[in-house]
């Protein structure tokens, strides 16, 4: 299994960016796909999470800005992310867990770069 994520870029204070990340299975048999970042010297933080059953959450920090989603059609889960502030400045990484017969297993994207900046 394969991740994908893209759609990081430069951005002003306040503006928007919506991340992709797609994957070489289909996304809707993921238990869990979710989105993680790390800025520069700090500890990774879960960003956003969405389950197959479709329950969200959201770090506190994003709350009421970052929205997750899965488009089926493209096969991918978004991060859509709004009021971007210069604090979410980071590398995004998208996660899928997928649990089956196999056991628990977990794949990573590799990250996409998101600066906030004036």
């Keep these: 299994v394969q991740l994908q994520a893209f759609g990081g ?5 306040g503006e928007s960016l919506r ?22 010297g700090k500890q990774g933080e879960l960003v956003a999470r969405l389950s197959s059953n479709g329950k ?11 929205v997750i989603s899965r488009d ?19 590398v995004y990484f998208c996660r899928a867990v997928f649990v089956d017969g196999l056991g628990v297993r977990h794949y990573w994207g590799q990250g996409t770069q998101v600066t906030v900046s004036s």
């Excluded at 709004?82 to 604090?87: F, G, I, Q, V």
């Design 19 to 40: 991340l992709s990340c797609t994957s070489s299975v289909t996304m809707q048999s993921a238990e869990t796909v979710d989105w993680h970042r790390q800025a520069s």
């Design 72 to 90: 089926n059609a493209k096969n991918t889960v978004e991060l859509q992310m709004n009021t971007l502030k210069p604090e979410d400045t980071a």
């Design 56 to 66: 969200t959450v959201y770090a506190d920090s994003v709350k009421d800005r970052f």
């Design 9 to 13: 870029g430069l951005v002003q204070p």
